[in-house]
C-alpha cells in the first residue's frame, strides 16, 4: 500500500472539514467548529491510502503551516469564493509555490454564496488549478473525488488522460 500526504489548507470557516467530510461520504455538519491546529483523516484509494492533514486557519497557525505541508504531495488551498478571502488566500498560494516536491491546487467553495467570484475569475487571481464547489452539497462528492484523484495523479507524474475514464 501507497501512502500519499495530502494537505487541506486555507483560512478560518472556508469549508476545509466539510470538504473532507464530504470526500469520506459523510453529511457535513453545518455547526462550524474550528479545527484547532490539525486534524488527520485517511482515505483509501484502489491500492493508494490518502492521508489527509486538515490544517487550522486560525491566525496563531500560520507560522506552523510550513512544518505542516512539508513532504505533502499535493496542497488543497480552499477558498469560500469571496473577494475578499481570494485576496487573502493569494498569500497562502505565494507561501505554498516556496514548497519544492508539491502541487498546489484551489478549491473555489460556496459558489453557492451572494457575491462571490466564479473559479475563472479566482483562478486568474490565485494562478494555480481553481475548482468550483459547493461542499454542503452531498453530490458534489464524486465531483471532489475525481478531482482529488487527478491532481495527485499530475502531482505524481502521471497524466490522467493516459488512464481514460478515472
Known sequence: MVSIKTTFIGYPTVGKTTLIA???GKVPDL???PTMLI???TIQMKEHEIKIWDIGGQASFEPYWDQFVE???????VTDSTP???????MIIEKLNKVKGSRTIAIA???????????NRIENILRVPTYPMVGIDPNNREKLYYILIRELLIACGTDPNELGDI
Open 39 to 41: 486534524d488527520f483523516e
Open 31 to 33: 455547526n462550524y467548529e
Open 71 to 77: 513532504n505533502s504531495v499535493l496542497n488543497v488551498v
Open 22 to 24: 464530504l470526500l469520506k
Open 109 to 119: 467553495n460556496k459558489q453557492d454564496i451572494d457575491g462571490r467570484l466564479n473559479s
Open 84 to 90: 475578499q478571502n481570494v485576496l487573502k488566500t493569494k
